[in-house]
């Protein structure tokens, strides 16, 4: 088994949690009940939503920056980590995300293992 990492770009569902939370909350459950059918598996090893904002570090300079500040569907909004035989059941396994349904994107990523 290898470990996969899902990284969710995307999907806002356009759902305002403040003006319709009946609607919001079942949008949330929808990933709930994803998370739990992987987590039934044996498979979920964890995952989170990440906040919005952030720093951004970068070159040698090590110049920071407050961010990200991409394209919203290019934003990371969170990942899951995953055991699977293979990337083809790794994908498989992103195909029940919730996020497809508002047009959003889960990069599928392979986790190199490294002892340090």
């Not at 459950?29 to 998370?35: A, G």
């Given at each position: 088994m290898?470990?996969?990492?899902?990284l969710f770009r995307g999907g806002e569902p356009g759902i305002d949690p403040?003006?319709?939370p009946a609607g919001f909350?079942?949008?949330m459950?929808?990933?709930?009940?994803?998370?739990q059918d992987l987590a039934k598996t044996g498979k979920y090893l964890g995952g989170d939503p990440l906040e919005p904002g952030g720093?951004?570090?970068?070159?040698?300079a090590m110049k920071m920056t407050d961010g990200p500040f991409m394209e919203g569907k290019e934003v990371v909004g969170g990942y899951v980590?995953?055991?699977?035989?293979?990337?083809?059941?790794a994908v498989a396994m992103s195909k029940g995300c919730?996020?497809?349904t508002h047009d959003g994107v889960v990069e599928v990523r392979s986790i190199q293992h490294?002892?340090?």
């Open positions: 290898s470990k996969y990492m899902f403040m003006s319709d909350g079942a949008y459950m929808t990933w709930k009940t994803w998370m720093k951004t570090i970068s070159g040698k980590i995953v055991e699977a035989a293979s990337l083809d059941e919730p996020i497809y490294v002892d340090f």
